[in-house]
Structure formats: C-alpha cells, structure tokens
C-alpha cells in the first residue's frame, strides 16, 4: 500500500507564491517519476511539472520561469515552488507518482487528494 498526502494549498493574491508538498509512505522501492497536475472546474487534469528519477525536467509552458519541481529522494517528498501566481493557475492541484513498490511486479499510478490553489485579488 502506497499513499500520497499533499499539503500547501491556498489563496494568494497575483503576484503571490506558495509551495506545495507531496509525501509519499508505504512499501516504497523507488519513485521512478514525480509530477504535479491541476485541474480547473470545466477543464481536463493537465500535467504542470513532471521530475524523473534521472532528473529531467519537464514544464508546461504556461508555468516556465514561476514554478519549480524539486524532490527529496530520502523522504519520498516532492515539491511545487510556485512564484507570480497568477489567476489562471487557480485549479485543484494533484500530486502523481510512479512507483515501484516492494513486492510488486508492476509499477503504479498513485494519486494524491488534491489541494486547492486559488489566485485572486
């Protein structure tokens, strides 16, 4: 059994910052990619940052230059450092892990509950 819980949610004004936080707890081999996604009511879940277990990067565009990903690989905690917060990222914000888990054959999709992130003056 593997679970994600996220914390850091919350309301800025634009402009503002916030981090986010996913830890990740059970029979843990490695977490082979760690992502962030958002969703916005009326709108698909869109990945905002993917980090692998070699280190490379991926963004979304909208997001280039104001978030950061970054992980903790001896706590199996991974972060959103979000900067300029602006309206548009307003969304329910869910933190993904692939993971190899001890005495599994299969690597698995794990969720988190989602924390909400509201950008608004």
């Known amino acids: 059994q593997v679970q994600l819980v996220e914390s850091g949610g919350g309301s800025v004004q634009p402009g503002g910052s916030l981090r986010l936080s996913c830890a990740a707890s059970?029979?843990?081999?490695?977490?082979?990619?760690v992502s962030w996604y958002r969703q916005a009511p009326g709108n698909q879940r869109e990945l905002v940052a993917a980090?692998?277990?070699?280190?490379?990067?991926k963004y979304r565009d909208s997001v280039k230059g104001r978030f950061t990903i970054s992980r903790d690989k001896v706590k199996n905690t991974w972060y959103l450092h979000m900067n300029n917060l602006k309206p548009e990222d307003t969304a329910v914000y869910y933190c993904?892990?692939?993971?190899?888990?001890?005495?599994?054959?299969?690597?698995?999709?794990?969720w988190g509950q989602g924390t909400q992130v509201t950008v608004s003056s």
């Open positions: 993904n892990a692939i993971i190899e888990g001890i005495g599994d054959p299969n690597f698995r999709d794990c």
């Open positions: 059970g029979s843990i081999i490695s977490l082979l990619v």
């Open positions: 980090l692998s277990s070699d280190d490379e990067i």
